[in-house]
């Protein structure tokens, strides 16, 4: 089955400083890997997602890029917010099957410095 | 866009009793859902797939008997904590795929907070 590695599990960055996140993955069926926003006591949201048949995508201050050849992903905050402070998790799966299991990474805290 | 609701969203109970949580989907149907349980800051672990008509996949680990998964409608899961004890004091979150075009995104429920004494 699917492997989700997430690093690092803890992150603190300046206000306006860049943060990256970073998952591997195990399952080369994989084709399909979001990234969730949890802030504290609340549901995870979907803040960006990708396919395999993409390499990077951007949305505003938040990027994602995939490396298919090395089964990695990687999120990109730029110009960091207080409101960025929350835990963020990655998964992986196959976004095509109904019957794919939804893995998800570790998560990682990040902390947004004033 | 798609609602995934759950109730309640926080419960108490003694050592010993059973509690239900139920995880709707409000403006779509899902043969799937999936029931994830996260202790403080720890990640979602996946328990179970439930499965409408069918019976649940458990992950490896979760016991069938303790967890019970009931999916009797295409809008409906419910997750009943048989005889909890206080380890089973946890955040239990539900989530299901609403179709649509593209890749299968994973939708949350609020979340249940369970607290057993």
């Known amino acids: 089955g699917e492997n989700v590695e997430q690093h690092p599990s803890t992150l603190s960055v300046q206000e306006g400083d860049s943060a990256v996140i970073k998952c591997t993955y195990s399952?080369?069926?994989?084709?399909?890997f979001p990234w969730y926003k949890q802030e504290l006591g609340k549901r995870p949201q979907l803040i960006i997602d990708i396919r395999s048949n993409v390499g990077e995508k951007k949305d505003q201050r938040i990027a994602v890029t995939l490396n298919k050849t090395a089964k990695h992903f990687s999120l990109h905050i730029t110009e960091t917010q207080p409101e960025d402070s929350a835990v963020y998790f990655c998964a992986a799966y196959d976004g095509y099957s109904s019957a794919s299991k939804i893995i998800f990474g570790s998560g990682t805290r990040l902390s947004i410095r004033p | 866009g798609a609602v995934v609701s759950q109730h309640p969203s926080r419960v108490i109970c003694k050592s010993g009793t059973s509690v239900k949580i139920e995880c709707r989907s409000l403006d779509f149907q899902a043969t799937t859902m999936f029931w994830y349980r996260q202790f403080p800051k720890q990640s979602l672990m996946l328990m179970a797939t439930?499965?409408?008509?069918?019976?649940?996949?458990?992950e490896q680990g979760v016991e069938k008997d303790k967890f019970l998964i009931n999916h009797a409608s295409l809008t409906l899961s419910t997750l009943t904590v048989t005889s909890a004890h206080p380890e089973d004091s946890s955040f239990y979150i539900c989530?299901?795929?609403?179709?649509?075009?593209?890749?299968?995104?994973?939708?949350f429920g609020a979340g249940s907070r369970l607290t057993v004494l």
């Open positions: 439930s499965n409408e008509g069918s019976k649940a996949t458990y």
């Open positions: 399952d080369s069926a994989s084709n399909y």
């Open positions: 989530s299901a795929t609403p179709p649509g075009p593209g890749a299968n995104v994973l939708t």
